[in-house]
Nanobody
Framework: QVQLVESGGGLVQAGGSLRLSCATS????????MGWFRRAPGKEREFVAA????????YYADSVKGRFTISRDNAKNTVYLQMNSLKHEDTAIYYC??????????????????WGQGTQVTVSS
């Protein structure tokens, strides 16, 4: 079982920045594809960003491309989401997720096996 714990959420003004972290004690962290998803009020959960096992490849939703950066530190068993130029519409609960499938699209929620409890990000306009 892989347990994921997010941190770093909070309240920020539009145009500001936040960095989310997701830590796990799993010894297999380097074999996991990691992703971030979010659920805005009244909306379904959606893909935000994902990163390959080595960190060499990253994927982003169009809505965050150029503003958000996903990265990972396999030595620390941690994945990060740096969020810059935040907008009111980025307000959501952000979830960290992990998968260990051999084949993956990186963006489909159904492929992710493990989920964190979520961290609230609120951007005031």
């Amino acid at each position: 079982q892989v347990q994921l714990v997010e941190s770093g959420g909070g309240l920020v003004q539009a145009g500001g920045s936040l960095r989310l972290s997701c830590a796990t004690s799993a010894r297999i962290f380097s074999s996991l594809v990691m992703g971030w998803f979010r659920r805005a009020p009244g909306k379904e959960r959606e893909f935000v960003a994902a990163i390959s096992r080595s960190g060499a490849r990253t994927y982003y939703a169009d809505s965050v491309k150029g503003r958000f950066t996903i990265s990972r530190d396999n030595a620390k068993n941690t994945v990060y989401l740096q969020m810059n130029s935040l907008k009111h519409e980025d307000t959501a609960i952000y979830y960290c997720a992990a998968e260990d499938n051999y084949y993956t699209t990186y963006t489909r929620q159904a492929e992710y096996d493990f989920w964190g409890q979520g961290t609230q990000v609120t951007v005031s306009s």
